[in-house]
């Protein structure tokens, strides 16, 4: 096939075409809404969520809200690590050998930590593989004074800039877009100094 040929033009104009609408698709693929079921209900907004306490019908004072459980109780390593995990049968077991054991949901997971298996959580905030993500990289980040961007003791604010609110969800779902565009607007802020270079996500 000579370089000037019909079939060649055809085919490099084929090939633009695809790579057009590949990066096209990855600007504006926007996951925002997805919200998977889980293997077991867990909601968010009552372990997460702030306390509400309300009297009772027989007077007694009854929290009807959340239980203000910090997010890195569950998802550890966010700070230190390039994965924030999700919760392992053991740290669900640490309250849930003592409470809530008439729950449903409790017994579904007394059945998994007693056959020694993991809970297969469905990922809800999943980049593609070809995305490299690093949380500590992003929470750990310093202006050019060398203070920290976030503030780091308030972990569902830090959380939220990219989350959302997962304390006010039921069922948690995503509340950004969670595409290439949405990360290049917030690394494109004047005050944020952070790199845009392909590479830096595409590894």
């Known amino acids: 096939?000579?370089?000037?040929?019909?079939?060649?033009?055809?085919?490099?104009?084929?090939?633009?075409?695809?790579g057009g609408g590949a990066l096209a698709y990855a600007l504006s693929n926007v996951r925002q809404g997805y919200e998977p079921r889980q293997p077991i209900y867990f909601r968010h907004n009552r372990m997460a969520g702030p306390p509400r306490w309300e009297l009772s019908a027989a007077g007694d004072s009854v929290n009807v809200g959340g239980f203000d459980i910090p997010c890195r109780y569950c998802h550890t390593m966010p700070y230190d690590g390039r994965h924030s995990t999700v919760p392992s049968t053991a740290v669900c077991m640490n309250c849930h050998s003592t409470v809530g054991q008439d729950r449903e949901w409790v017994l579904v997971l007394k059945q998994y930590w007693e056959r020694g298996e993991p809970i297969p959580?469905?990922?809800?905030?999943?980049?593609?593989?070809?995305?490299?993500?690093?949380?500590?990289a992003h929470l750990n980040a310093v202006d050019d004074q060398g203070q920290p961007r976030l503030d780091q003791g308030?972990?569902?604010?830090?959380?939220?800039?990219?989350?959302?609110?997962?304390?006010?969800?039921?069922?948690?779902?995503?509340?950004?877009?969670?595409?290439?565009?949405?990360?290049?607007?917030?690394?494109?802020?004047?005050?944020?100094?952070?790199?845009?270079?392909?590479?830096?996500?595409?590894?």
């Open 121 to 136: 959580w469905v990922k809800v905030h999943d980049l593609p593989d070809y995305v490299y993500f690093d949380h500590s």
């Open 1 to 18: 096939m000579m370089p000037g040929s019909k079939p060649a033009r055809a085919l490099v104009l084929i090939l633009l075409l695809a």
């Open 154 to 203: 308030d972990d569902m604010e830090v959380c939220e800039n990219c989350h959302g609110r997962v304390q006010d969800e039921d069922i948690v779902e995503v509340q950004n877009a969670f595409n290439m565009g949405w990360c290049l607007d917030c690394h494109r802020e004047s005050d944020m100094d952070a790199p845009t270079d392909c590479v830096v996500c595409h590894r």
